[in-house]
């Protein structure tokens, strides 16, 4: 089955994403409301939890498979849950995708400084790519036969 998966950090980046899944989506770019994106403590990566007066940007991908979401799953970790939310793209479309969730019980994990991809780039792409792509890849690699 194909499923819809909007990524709102780390994951909004093709390589990031082709490193994780062995594969690139096709993807436009969307907006979940009602969710605010913050830093995880220690951490260049964000989470986003529930807040009415907030909207996070990301990118809406098509096509990933249910393999591919366990995989996912493997490469968020216990950090995060995978809920089922409305999101929306440019063209005023809605539509529900998969989107990983700080849990509640992992709140505390979250600064309360917003996450903004452009700085990450800038400051955390490097040292992200070593060591929690590629330096994690045993949790999740035998999933895509590497």
């Given at each position: 089955?194909?499923?819809?998966?909007?990524?709102?950090?780390t994951?909004?980046?093709?390589?990031?994403?082709k490193?994780?899944?062995?594969?690139?989506?096709?993807?436009?770019?969307?907006?979940?409301?009602?969710?605010?994106?913050?830093?995880?403590?220690?951490?260049?990566?964000?989470?986003?939890?529930?807040?009415?007066?907030?909207e996070?940007?990301?990118?809406l991908?098509?096509?990933?498979?249910?393999?591919?979401?366990?995989?996912?799953?493997?490469?968020?970790?216990?950090?995060?849950?995978?809920?089922?939310?409305?999101?929306?793209?440019?063209?005023?479309?809605?539509?529900?995708?998969?989107?990983?969730?700080?849990?509640?019980?992992?709140?505390?994990?979250?600064?309360?400084?917003?996450w903004?991809?452009?700085?990450?780039?800038?400051?955390?792409?490097?040292?992200?790519?070593?060591?929690?792509v590629?330096?994690?890849?045993?949790?999740?690699?035998?999933?895509?036969?590497?």
């Amino acid at each position: 089955m194909a499923n819809r998966l909007f990524c709102y950090g780390t994951l909004q980046i093709a390589v990031v994403m082709k490193a994780v899944t062995g594969r690139t989506y096709p993807g436009v770019k969307a907006r979940l409301p009602g969710y605010a994106i913050y830093r995880v403590k220690g951490a260049d990566y964000p989470g986003v939890i529930d807040s009415p007066d907030h909207e996070t940007v990301g990118m809406l991908y098509r096509g990933i498979t249910d393999e591919k979401l366990k995989i996912l799953d493997l490469f968020e970790g216990e950090l995060y849950e995978r809920r089922l939310l409305e999101v929306n793209t440019a063209d005023s479309k809605s539509y529900h995708a998969w989107v990983y969730v700080i849990s509640l019980k992992n709140r505390t994990y979250l600064t309360q400084e917003s996450w903004h991809l452009k700085t990450f780039m800038e400051k955390g792409f490097d040292t992200f790519m070593k060591y929690y792509v590629n330096g994690r890849k045993e949790i999740y690699a035998k999933k895509i036969g590497k």
